[in-house]
């Protein structure tokens, strides 16, 4: 299975974010986590979005169409300290107004370092799309880094969110397809809930 996707636009507010009917699927985390690397490995186009060793790199929301159907979008990372604070509250507004409101939204795919596991962000985020009814992804970044002794306990760690965690490596490519599939799937199953929604409660 490939995703060939292409760089659309930026956006630093909602009211720049694309007018489609694409599902979009975002991948969120903490900042320096991985997203950025995970997206070019998910789509296997290494330069589609820029990577750093310095926090902080992505600073506005990425838009990539996918095929005829979907969108990934690449998030600005959260707990970033080290930012201008004007800058890190209106990336924090921007994050909190999409993840709340755009309709569009249907699948977010949470990556944590598979060596911390999830902290008080991200029980919250997952609270968010709960209440949402959005399809929540967990993801353990940088699986390559860990030992396959440490492996259990980085999983038993992710029990809190109550969603499997699939272990993924941008590095090593571990994981990544299984990763694609469950995006895949998720898509298919929204786009199935949307086109319901626009039936009359007759046809259903
Ligand atoms: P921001 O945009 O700053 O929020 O960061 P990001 O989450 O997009 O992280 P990015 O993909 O830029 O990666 C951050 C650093 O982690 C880079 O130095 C990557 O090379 C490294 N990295 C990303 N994925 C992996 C991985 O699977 N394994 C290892 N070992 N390093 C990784
Ligand atoms: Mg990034």
């Known amino acids: 299975m490939k995703l060939d996707a292409e760089f ?4 630093v507010k909602l009211t720049d974010c694309p007018r489609w009917h694409r599902v979009e699927v975002a991948i969120a985390g903490r900042s320096n986590v991985g997203k950025s690397s995970l997206l070019n490995a998910l789509t296997a186009q290494k330069d589609l979005a820029r990577t750093s ?13 996918v095929g005829e159907r979907f969108a990934l979008v690449d998030l600005p990372g959260y707990g970033y300290a080290k930012m201008p604070r004007a800058e890190a509250h209106s990336i924090a507004k921007m994050m909190d107004d999409y993840l709340a409101r755009r309709s569009n939204l249907a699948v977010l795919v949470s990556l944590i370092d598979s060596r911390r596991g999830p902290e008080h962000e991200e029980v919250e985020l997952a609270g968010i799309i709960e209440r949402r009814n959005i399809a929540l992804i ?3 970044t940088k699986s390559d880094k860990l030992r396959n002794s440490e492996r259990r306990a980085a999983i038993g760690r992710f029990q809190i969110l109550g969603v499997e965690p699939i272990l993924c490596s941008a590095a090593s490519g571990a994981g990544v397809d299984e990763l694609r599939r469950r995006i895949v799937a998720s898509v298919e199953r929204s786009a199935k809930r949307t086109s319901q929604a626009d039936l009359p409660p007759s046809a259903k």
Do not use: D, E, I
């Open 8 to 11: 659309v636009c930026s956006a």
């Open 138 to 140: 967990v993801v353990g």
């Open 53 to 65: 060793k310095t926090p902080g790199r992505t600073r506005c929301l990425n838009f990539f169409s």
